[in-house]
């Protein structure tokens, strides 16, 4: 494992992702010449970012280049297994002490000068915090993926991501309308086709968010659905593999036969359809040398500014209200996971933090482990 540790490269591995992520957008958007000006500006930031990390690399300090910003606790949705709500991170009421806008951007400065390329925004219902999203708009270096349920996209949102380039929407689906709305709500797959093509119209980049389980894997890999999308002007789908946060969703993970199905289904769509960008996530820890997170190749910020390791792995021991973001990425804990290999170590499928829980509250209580 240590051998592993050694002569994985992580820091070349996750700057050769972002690469083909970034030349894939650029292909994608060659039709849009707004869309294509932003990006090719964006892919001259993001080599600039590159680099900033192979020096800190070189110097011995990791920096990831993705983030992701849980920047509300608040949904008005109710999806079936969703993890924020199983883990108590998601609730109906109105947030209380949860980051500012300000801190926020202060965050967001912070990344942009360690080289850190891409934000995921998530939630709760990340477009319940327009100030947030506004904040992020001001960071033309970053792209922002915003992870949205889609129902509160309106007139003031459809102006800001025109006016503000480096914000992506990433509405979730689950598939076609039957299987969206039984998890999402009724009506929900209408709204996000309805969106779909506002945004196509308007010629605005965005893309879709895929939670990928063994009951919807091969309808959300098809031909047809990926057309449809594709007819609508999407142009990227992230596959995000179903984690399951209680034993009783456990059916619902793919398996080990599920995710190299999928991996070969994403070469396939990569080399034949190269008008959407195609990612999946977690992915396959086996080329990527164990699991990314915990800074490995990300680490997550919850609504009230706890750094975790993972949205599936919901434990903190340090603030970024109280520290930097170098601080907080090089956190006892982070550095605990990360430098013991147990990001490295075999696990059943999913989350191999979810299945270490026991282990990661023992390193949080001081415990031997």
Known sequence: MNGQQETFDIQDYMTRG?????????????????????MVKFAAASRRASKKR??????????????????????????????????????????????????????????????????LLAGGEPM??????????????ILFPIFTNGT????????????RRNLIPMMSIEGEKAVTDARRGSGIYDRLIANMDELHRRGLIFGASVTVTTENI??????????????????????????????????????????????????????????MVYISFPGDEKSSGGCVAAGRGFFHINSHGGAEPCPFSPYSDINVRDASLREAMNSKLFRTLRENGYLLEDHAGGCVLYEKRELVERILSGQSV
């Open 18 to 38: 972002v690469e083909r992520v970034v030349a894939d957008a650029v292909k994608a958007t060659l039709k849009n010449p707004r869309e294509s000006a932003f």
């Open 54 to 119: 192979r020096i800190a690399e070189d110097a011995g300090e990791h920096i990831p280049p993705f983030l992701i910003a849980s920047i509300t606790s608040q949904c008005n949705l109710h999806c079936a297994g969703c993890y924020s709500r199983c883990n108590h991170a998601t609730m109906d009421a109105a947030p209380v002490a949860q980051l500012t806008g300000e801190e926020w951007l202060r965050i967001f400065e912070e990344a942009d000068d360690l080289g850190i390329s891409f934000i």
């Open 218 to 275: 091969q309808e959300i890999s098809s031909s047809a659905f990926l057309k449809n999308l594709s007819d609508r002007g999407c142009k990227a789908v992230i596959f995000v593999e179903f984690v399951p946060v209680t034993d009783d969703s456990k059916e619902l993970a793919p398996g080990d036969a599920e995710r190299e199905y999928l991996q070969d289904e994403i070469l396939r769509l990569r080399r034949d359809h190269p008008e």
């Open 128 to 141: 319940l915090r327009r100030d947030i999203i506004e904040a992020a708009g001001k960071k033309p270096n």
């Open 152 to 163: 509160f996209m309106d007139e003031r949102y459809f102006e800001l991501f025109d006016k």
